[in-house]
């Protein structure tokens, strides 16, 4: 329950950027088939994980800390993936024509 007088989040039609900022965006994925109650323990256990110090609240800095490391996750994650895109002959180096095939092949 909502303390008296306590702001309410609406979420706009943009939520979803709120959902990824604070799962990732596989996470945030993997949220939208849970049902109610699963998605109230599963976020009860990532919000024992953002209180870093355990003292029961989160303050700005821990949730500022967490985004950052869920973001830093995503870009990782990302990147791996991309990168076997563009490394077109698997020698874990993309060379200047490998980047040019991969992002603009269609049109060369």
Same mark, same amino acid.
């Not at 943009?14 to 323990?41: N, T, V, W």
């Not at 076997?84 to 040019?100: P, V």
């Given at each position: ?39 109230? &323990?599963?976020?009860? =256990?990532?919000?024992?994980?953002? @209180?870093? /110090? #355990? *003292?029961?609240? $989160?303050?700005? +800095? %821990?949730? !500022? ?11 990782? &994650?990302?990147?791996? =993936?991309?990168?076997?895109?563009? @490394?077109? /002959? #698997? *020698?874990?180096? $993309?060379?200047? +024509? %490998?980047? !040019? ?8």
């Amino acid at each position: 329950e909502r303390p008296l007088g306590a702001a309410q989040h609406e979420d706009r039609p943009g939520f979803q950027y709120d959902h990824e900022a604070f799962l990732g965006k596989e996470e945030a994925r993997s949220f939208d088939q849970l049902s109610p109650e699963e998605s109230r &323990e599963r976020l009860g =256990k990532i919000v024992d994980r953002i @209180d870093d /110090n #355990k *003292d029961g609240y $989160i303050t700005t +800095e %821990e949730l !500022k800390t967490w985004i950052k490391r869920v973001q830093k996750r995503y870009i990782y &994650e990302n990147v791996a =993936k991309v990168w076997k895109d563009y @490394d077109l /002959n #698997k *020698d874990d180096k $993309i060379a200047w +024509e %490998e980047y !040019k095939q991969a992002t603009y092949g269609y049109y060369l």
